[in-house]
Nanobody, 119 residues
Framework: QVQLVESGGGSVQDGGTLSLSCAAS????????MGWYRQAPGKRRELVAR???????DYADSVKGRFTISRSNAENTVSLRMNTLKPEDTAVYYC?????????????WGQGTQVTVSS
């Protein structure tokens, strides 16, 4: 059974830094891609950053230059370093893992962790 468990998050001031980590219950090399999404109150869940099994990385335009996604195959973890945080980054952040053949992929989600940035 696939499980993704997030840690980190919390509350910081505008301009602060936080790190999130996601631990998978199985080898992350078995995932086509892993990433972080976020959902603010009243808004749709959106992609923040994603890293493929081949190491290709995508970032949302709103976080480019401030957030860094990384992975550790040895520890089966994916991390998100968030610098220069802004109040608009406030949201619940979810770890995502996508597995399966192209066209029939399955998304797995963590339970979410709250990030709050105050001005």
């Amino acid at each position: 059974q696939v499980q993704l468990v997030e840690s980190g998050g919390g509350s910081v001031q505008d301009g602060g830094t936080l790190s999130l980590s996601c631990a998978a219950s199985m080898s992350i090399s078995s995932f086509n891609a892993m990433g972080w999404y976020r959902q603010a109150p009243g808004k749709r869940r959106e992609l923040v950053a994603r890293i493929s099994v081949t190491g290709i990385i995508d970032y949302a335009d709103s976080v480019k230059g401030r957030f860094t996604i990384s992975r550790s195959n040895a520890e089966n973890t994916v991390s998100l370093r968030m610098n220069t945080l802004k109040p608009e980054d406030t949201a619940v952040y979810y770890c995502n893992g996508r597995r399966g053949p192209q066209g029939n992929e399955v998304d797995y989600w963590g339970q979410g962790t709250q990030v709050t940035v105050s001005s």
